[in-house]
């Protein structure tokens, strides 16, 4: 189990960016693979990216192909999301989540969450 988590988001005008950081702690410092999930209110939970803390394989989701960047800073136990062209349609809630391998990171089965960090995009 490691403790995720999240700062940076906040409010936005649509075309603009954001970066949300991820900082991992009490892991067992061997890779794993950390991502971000986003959810509003009555909708889904949508994979948004996820990595390799190695540097290894990256996963987008569809929604946010070419908007969005994942980076992992192994040295700082740290993954960045940089978000760019921001459209209202991003506005959630996003969550950082980690997991020994990304394939059952994307299935939606983490074994850790961060609290959450709210990203509102306004036209």
């Known amino acids: 189990q490691v403790r995720l988590v999240e700062s940076g988001g906040g409010s936005v005008q649509a075309g603009g960016s954001l970066r949300l950081a991820c900082t991992a702690s009490g892991d067992s410092s061997s890779s794993h693979c950390v991502g971000w999930f986003r959810q509003s209110p009555g909708q889904e939970r949508e994979a948004v990216a996820a990595?390799?803390?190695?540097?290894?394989?990256?996963y987008y989701g569809d929604s946010v192909k070419g908007r969005v960047t994942i980076s992992p800073d192994h040295a700082q136990n740290t993954v960045t999301l940089q978000m760019h062209g921001l459209k209202p349609e991003d506005t959630a809630m996003y969550y950082c989540?980690?997991?020994?391998?990304?394939?059952?990171?994307?299935?939606?089965?983490?074994?850790?969450w961060g609290q959450g960090i709210q990203v509102t995009v306004s036209t």
């Open positions: 990595t390799y803390t190695d540097g290894g394989s990256i």
């Open positions: 989540a980690s997991a020994r391998f990304c394939r059952k990171l994307w299935d939606g089965s983490p074994t850790s």
